[in-house]
């Protein structure tokens, strides 16, 4: 069983950058595919990237192209979400998701175990 916990969340202005971590506790996480959501105010939760268990593969979504990087560390059992040129539209709760095998899915139903989720909020 995977414990997962989100951090890094705040207040920015436009055009900042955040980092959000990752942190899991259990002992399948190297052996898993992760994946970064969000959800705002009123919208249904979204996926934003995603990265293979060894980290050479990624997915992002078409609002995440260009801005984000997604990246792990299998040392300390991390993932980690670079956000950059950040915009409002990027204002929501970010949570982190471990996958059920090695494929990181675009859709929420890949996806065994959740963190709490981070708030990010981004002032225009």
């Known amino acids: 069983q995977e414990q997962l916990v989100e951090s890094g969340g705040g207040l920015v202005q436009a055009g900042d950058s955040l980092r959000l971590s990752c942190a899991a506790s259990?002992?399948?996480?190297?052996?898993?595919?992760m994946g970064w959501f969000r959800q705002a105010p009123g919208k249904e939760r979204e996926f934003v990237a995603g990265?293979?268990?060894?980290?050479?593969?990624?997915r992002f979504a078409d609002s995440a192209k260009g801005r984000f990087t997604i990246s792990r560390d299998n040392v300390k059992n991390t993932v980690y979400l670079q956000m950059n040129s950040l915009k409002p539209d990027d204002t929501a709760v970010y949570y982190c998701?471990?996958?059920?095998?090695?494929?990181?899915?675009?859709?929420?139903?890949?996806?065994?175990?959740w963190g709490q989720g981070t708030q990010v909020t981004v002032s225009s």
């Open positions: 998701a471990a996958s059920q095998g090695n494929i990181p899915y675009m859709v929420q139903q890949g996806y065994d175990y």
């Open positions: 259990g002992r399948t996480f190297s052996s898993r595919a």
């Open positions: 990265i293979s268990w060894s980290g050479g593969s990624t």
